[in-house]
């Protein structure tokens, strides 16, 4: 069985030797470009995150206000458990759970509604950074550009091309 996989391993190693060989014979030109690092290190996506964060920002602090109240019930509850009346320790179970509801739906919104923004915030860095790749493309007479690769050669990858290219974007 072993003897099978690297004899297929070998018929795949030259048959896609083969396949560059006669790509590059042809005279086509092919780049690859991370998504991946576009949308971590490109200014636009940079300045997207930013903008995230700085809109949410507010909620977020709302967030760990609420869950902050909610612990510090939690351990009035726990410490003072023995000496508090009937009254107070229902009281205070009551907000406690009153906060933990509240807690719950405002995180479920928080990771909705950022999600959102995310996706319309990275759908705007996409059709940037496509631009700019269509516009190397054309500029260095590439024939193929790829987004999504199992394996590229790092002779092939123009992704720190199209970063510098959104630099001023």
Known sequence: MGRV????????TIALSFFQQ???ADGSKIGFVSTDRVFK?????????????KEFALRE???????????GIQEKIAKEELTMNAR???????????????????????REELNLRKNEEMKIVIEIANKAIIEIASRENFDLILQEAVYRSPR?????KVIEALADK
Request: no cysteine; glycine share 0%.
């Open 5 to 12: 996989k690297i004899f297929v391993a070998l018929l795949i």
């Open 22 to 24: 006669t790509t590059y």
């Open 156 to 160: 092939l990858d123009i992704t720190d």
């Open 61 to 71: 602090k709302e967030i760990k206000t609420t869950s902050e109240s909610a612990r």
């Open 88 to 110: 107070d320790k229902q009281a205070a179970e009551l907000e406690l759970s009153r906060l933990t509801r509240d807690l719950q739906r405002m995180q479920r919104e928080f």
């Open 41 to 53: 290190e490109s200014a636009p996506a940079v300045r997207a995150q930013q903008k995230l964060q």
